[in-house]
């Protein structure tokens, strides 16, 4: 079979009055030669590495809440040389590209580009770790790395470093970062963990940034620096660049390590936990972001719906009250890990319990000390604290998405808010009216850092279930635009919704947007790298937004 397949108008079809609004190509001057490009990138890659469009196993998002897309094409190169070879080969063709390192975007767009049109550049053959420091603590690695390989690779080479992993272990440790993504640990914020970025240009050229411009400089990846502007942020959550290498800072391996847990018996004392867990955490009291659930999210970390409750729209008040009794646990349920010394990590539970020491507030927590004078071993920590907090990566999480079906998705909302406690609690009200009127079960997941809160509130449905798709489809709009009026915005969105949420950051005219705007044309004029990403795009799509 020739893998080289292009339909002839894979132009998207969408099925009702509130899908997104794409740009359009225009069919009398069509703007890429993609039969061209995808023959001539079976040359450079070999034809196996190059995705037909339409093809079943074409690029998608697993979790369309709006149906009608049809698989992307996309071209997987193996080197930096072939990467920027395709890059040369799209801007002669005029082809758009979209990039992913592992393309488990979930909840975001998964592996599917903005447009149908647009060739994905999926990295996840790149996947070799490059150099790990174990006495400064850094890797330097390529997109395909996952976490699972990082954490692997340090384990069975028995180096003491701690690896800070999101809620799924399969996903690119560049690509998380570089889309701003977060893991659990005092590393968990991982954009903030990039040093030093190695990125193919929109013409194809190779650039690296800050310290490692340097030729053969040991300061490449320990310094975040250069030498004039840090250019390293205009590469994330950005369509200026393809990032072919970066390193990454790693966390020490700590002698001790505390799994603890603070659980809230009134669903009314929401503002107390969030102020004195923020206040802590700006003291450097906790070192992690603190993950504050509540009953729902509980339920749906153990099981299906069903198990819980059967009957149509929002599980009751009463029934909720019901299931934390049942599940032993809080309204709210706030879990944290320490790190570190001994000595220290006792004084940091003391300072914890004493904030906490509240009617109707519990704190738990479990010390890991290792043995015989040496570190706490992975050996010492039971399953049941062998979690995300732990370094430990993992699947498990992606079972919750079967809540309503077997065949389940969802769509994430995660704006973000002040860490103020009073106005979390209001929100949280606003929000939780919104999903009784449209009949869904409100999952909450706090991750609470030192001055905001990213308030992660999850849709699942069922994939193709129209019925329920158009009731998620309004929730999501109506919790935006509520988010929207308190002058929150999410840290990062879904391929569907990067235009309307770029169109928030409304100062001046849309200035920053307009700055973005100029910069993707002087470095990419050609509108060649993931054009739309985050609502930027290049002049030749503009005027069609
Ligand atoms: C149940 C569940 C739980 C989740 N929990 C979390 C969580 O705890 N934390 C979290 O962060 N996410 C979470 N997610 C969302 C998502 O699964 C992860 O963020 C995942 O790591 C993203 O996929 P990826 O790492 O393969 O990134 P990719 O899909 O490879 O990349 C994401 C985006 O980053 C950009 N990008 C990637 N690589 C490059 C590159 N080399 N050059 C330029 N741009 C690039 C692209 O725009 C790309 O679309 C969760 C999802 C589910 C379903």
């Given amino acids: ?8 108008d894979p ?12 740009p359009r190509t225009r069919s009398d001057h069509p703007m890429s030669d993609l039969e061209t490009f995808l023959s001539r990138a079976a040359e450079i890659l070999g034809a196996e590495h190059v995705i ?36 040369r080969l799209a801007n002669e063709t005029g082809t758009p590209l979209w990039t992913f390192s592992r393309g488990k975007n979930l909840g975001y767009g998964g592996s599917s580009p903005r447009l149908p049109e647009q060739v994905v550049v999926d990295l996840s053959r790149m996947n070799r770790i490059h150099e790990v420091d174990p006495e400064l603590a850094y890797a330097v690695v390529e997109p395909g790395v996952t976490f699972f390989n990082l954490f692997d690779h340090i384990q069975e080479n028995g180096l003491p470093l701690f690896v800070s992993v999101p809620a799924l272990g399969w996903g690119s440790v560049l690509g998380n970062a570089l889309d701003r993504g977060y893991g659990m640990s005092p590393y968990g914020d991982h954009v903030q963990q990039l040093c030093g970025l190695e990125v193919v240009l929109p013409d194809g050229s190779l650039m690296r940034t800050g310290m490692w411009a340097l030729e053969d400089s040991p300061l490449s990846n320990i ?25 990454i800072w790693l966390m020490p391996w700590p002698e001790t390590f505390v799994s603890g847990d603070i659980t809230v018996d009134r669903v009314e004392d929401l503002p107390e936990l969030i102020d004195r867990i923020a206040d802590l955490r700006r003291r450097e009291v906790f070192q992690n972001n603190c993950l504050v659930g509540n009953v729902v999210r509980a339920a749906i970390m153990r099981g299906r719906r069903k198990d819980f409750y059967e009957g149509e729209g929002t599980i009751p008040d009463e029934r909720v009250e019901e299931m934390k009794e049942e599940m032993g646990i809080g309204h709210w349920n706030a879990r ?28 738990k927590s479990r010390v890991y000390e290792g043995r015989d004078g040496a570190p706490v071993s992975y050996d010492d920590i039971p399953e049941i604290d062998k979690t995300t907090m732990a370094g430990v990566p993992t699947l498990k999480p992606l079972e919750t998405i079967g809540w309503y079906a077997e065949d389940g998705g969802h769509i994430d909302i995660a704006p973000l808010v002040p860490a103020r406690g009073a106005e979390v609690l209001d929100f949280y009200s606003e929000v939780k009216e919104l999903y009784t009127k449209h009949g869904f079960d409100l999952y909450i997941g706090y991750h609470v850092y030192a001055r905001h809160l990213v308030h992660v509130t999850m849709i699942f449905f069922e994939n193709g279930n ?53 910069l993707k044309d002087a470095l990419d004029p050609n509108g060649i790298l993931s054009p739309g990403k985050q609502g930027v795009w290049p002049a030749r799509f503009r005027d069609e937004r």
């Avoid at 929207?484 to 169109?503: K, L, Q, S, V, W």
């Fill in 1 to 8: 079979m020739d893998p080289v397949r292009v339909i002839a």
């Fill in 336 to 363: 944290f890990a320490l790190y570190g010394d001994a000595g220290m990590i006792r004084e940091r539970l003391r300072i914890i319990e004493e904030a906490f020491d509240l009617p109707g507030f519990t704190v």
């Fill in 466 to 518: 129209e019925e329920q798709l158009a009731r998620a489809r309004a929730l999501y709009s109506e919790v935006r635009e509520a988010a929207a009026r308190r002058g929150y915005t999410p840290y990062r969105g879904h391929i569907d919704n990067m235009d309307e949420i770029a169109a928030e950051f409304s100062f001046n005219d849309h200035a920053a947007l307009r700055f973005q705007e100029r």
């Fill in 52 to 87: 037909a469009y339409g093809d079943g196993d074409g690029y998608v998002d697993p979790y369309p809440l709006h149906t009608g897309r049809p698989p992307a094409a996309g071209v997987r190169p193996g080197s930096v040389e072939e990467v920027q070879a395709i890059v």
């Fill in 11 to 22: 132009r998207i079809v969408i099925g009702d009055g509130t899908a997104p609004r794409l």
């Fill in 223 to 247: 310094f975040k620096g250069g030498f004039g502007p840090n250019v390293d942020q205009l590469f994330t959550q950005s369509g200026l660049g393809i990032v072919v290498r970066a390193g």
